[in-house]
């Protein structure tokens, strides 16, 4: 991840702070699920959103080859949207990854990477994975220690949370792992944009 050019930190966290302070921390949405024992819901998460440790162990699978398994992985959880899962590097086929010069940005985590996977029955998957090789380090949240660990898009792969499949997050665009135990609604469709 040495050799990725990534934008000037400290101007882009100068442009990101004005959007930070246009969230309204009363919005719901119409429609906001009950939630039972043993259930979240994303809009009981923060914004900035927090990192927790995931609630079972972490597996990424594709074709049969197993990319990613992990017991230390880290859940990224924000307003409105499905935890995403953080892996460390060791414990992800890092060889079969390589960035592929998309990026995209957070207000609150900095510079997102996208890496494309390359099985080794020669498919590849473009933009299947991705990480933040320097997070912003200005909020107390400690995003610093996800720098270089991948989280994984559960529509282009099999993603597992324990045992059970996780569904993509709504509209393509979030890479939000949606569990039976995750209520919503969760942004994504058209008319969230603004969630």
């Avoid at 414990?91 to 957070?106: A, E, K, Q």
């Avoid at 380090?137 to 949370?161: Q, R």
């Amino acid at each position: 991840m040495n050799d990725i050019v990534l934008p000037d930190k400290a101007a882009l966290l100068a442009k990101v702070k004005a959007v930070r302070d246009h969230w309204d921390r009363d919005f719901r949405p119409a429609g906001v699920e009950p939630v039972n024992a043993g259930e979240e819901s994303v809009w009981d998460y923060p914004r900035p959103p927090i990192l927790v440790p995931a609630p079972a162990a972490i597996m990424v699978k594709c074709d049969g080859h197993m990319i990613a398994q992990s017991d230390a992985a880290l859940d990224m959880k924000e307003t409105a949207g499905a935890p995403c899962p953080y892996l460390p590097p060791k414990h992800v086929r890092t060889d079969w990854l390589s960035p592929n010069g998309d990026m995209s940005i957070c207000e609150w985590k900095g510079v997102g990477v996208s890496y494309d996977l390359h099985l080794p029955n020669g498919r590849s998957i473009k933009g299947a994975a991705w990480a933040y090789p320097d997070p912003f380090d200005d909020l107390s949240e400690g995003y610093a220690e996800i720098a270089g660990w991948f989280s994984f898009y559960p529509n282009k792969v099999e993603c597992f949370v324990g045992d059970e499949r996780v569904r993509p997050q709504p509209g393509g665009f979030y890479g939000g792992w949606v569990t039976d135990r995750i209520k919503g609604p969760i942004k994504g469709l058209p008319g969230t944009g603004h969630w």
